[in-house]
């Protein structure tokens, strides 16, 4: 059915972004789908083959009808696409296995044509899962001049997204990522960007940008000055961001429409993004995961090129935390509860368990990144990771089952590998760990790491000249004690947990060091 266009003040909640000309062929299939024939792309037009089918139900532009239902203030969305040609534009719908089509417009004529399409979100079923997208069947050689974009009649709340990117030495690949967002066509009203820079270095300036210099106090300190910075600047919504990230603009003006058209329901909910797999594009490697004192993957190794993977993308599923590769939060959440100052490793896990309430997830949210499937082998990696564990670990009263078969595996496999600079930070990650709060509440977190680093080549030394009895009896005098004081250590934490996570903890460690080196301008 052919309808006028609406008078009404309608949102755009965001637009279909066809990219077919992306030099990535995998990454191509996230956004169009070509059922038969073939699509080429002239002068910023979408050239349909005779007999030739194309479709919107990707990654990127398949409509997640059940999700904006359940969180959002949608009940009714418009679509517009213009076309010309001898062409059928259908809208669809999908349930499970099952496509259906809702509307369609048959168009016969050479001179672009505007068809518009509605359809309401507000009864669909509550114990299914439902997308909408647009099929363009093509009898002889037809022209998409726009896909269009989906959008809604509904009052809009008031956003300040703020980005927050922490980096340390790799400004080569923040400089990128600053040129990809200058791409964006936004309003300094609504989003902004803040660039934690841990190494000091030398930046030029970038509209919209906050460059912050800070000391080395690793992800959580990074992120943690960027979120006090964004509060400061108005922000209602911060958003966390890796700086070795590849990703698509469209996600972040897509997490900005879905923040605007949130319910009051779910003001406080996380946004939480997928990672997908930089050296497999079309395969994701999670979207949020759950922590049982292990971590485990939700919706894991999806090929989302596959629309069942799109639909069980959109399954409803328990989640207690998702990284900060793409983490969207409340600032009112922020204004509660700070992250602890973990430094790297497990930091937005830890944050997760203490302060998600509510959590969305969706299609088209994402970003490339590098999958963590290959154990970080570094000492340092290996230190953060193990002392943190044993911290949340504690703090969460979480089995520690695993814990016990996990530390002799390790114990064991360093000792007979006679990998004694590993062994050592593995032990004191331990060691610290049943320092309880005092770890920070004495050390500067910054000192404390380059304590670490420091002390390497003298540990090595040490622990090379020692026999393997020795560092068996210690890492047993380790493990003996770290069962008996787990739970006094628990207590510790949650005791004096906001002496070492509120703001008055944190500006006192970033005052220390970190000079702001521009200003929003």
Known sequence: ML??????????????????????????????RTRRGSVVVKDMQYIISKEGCISTDTYFNIFSSTKY???????DVELHTTVSGDLCVKLCMCRADEEQIVDEYH???????????????????????ICH????????????????AYSADISQNDVFLVIVICTYKRKNLIVN????????????????IIVVDNGQDTWEQYAHVTILTNRNLGGSGGFTKGMLAAKDMGATHILLMDDDCNFDVSVITKTLN?????SPTYAEAFILGGLLDLKNPQKQYEAGARFDGLIKRCKADLDLSNLKSLIANEQLESVDYGGWWYCCIPTTVIQQELPLPLFIRLDDLEYGLRSMRQFITMNGIGVWHHTFEKEDNSPFGLYYHERNLAIIRSLYHLSWKDFCVHYWIKTVQLIRSRDYRRLHYFQRAYHDYLLGTKLFLVNDIEELNNDLMFSAQ?????????????????????????????????????KNLKLISDETYWLRILEKGGVKCHQKF
């Open 3 to 32: 309808y006028l266009k609406s008078k009404g003040m309608q949102m755009e909640l965001f637009r279909i972004t066809p990219n077919i000309d992306v030099l990535d062929a995998a990454k191509s299939k996230l956004y169009l």
């Open 69 to 75: 239902a359940q969180y959002t203030k949608v009940t």
């Open 107 to 129: 168009v016969h004529s050479d001179v672009a044509t505007d068809v518009c399409f509605k359809f309401n979100i507000s009864d669909l079923p509550k114990n299914e899962t």
């Open 133 to 148: 997208y647009l099929i363009y069947e093509s009898n002889s050689q037809s022209i998409v001049y726009d896909f269009g």
């Open 177 to 192: 990522t600053l040129a990809k967002l200058s791409q964006m066509k936004i309003s300094e009203n609504d989003i902004s």
């Open 258 to 262: 879905v923040l605007k058209s949130l």
């Open 458 to 494: 003298k540990d090595i030394l040490h622990c090379s000249l020692s026999n393997n009895l020795s560092l068996f009896l210690y890492s047993l005098f380790l493990f003996i004690k770290t069962l008996l004081l787990r739970q006094t250590i628990g207590k510790d934490f949650m």
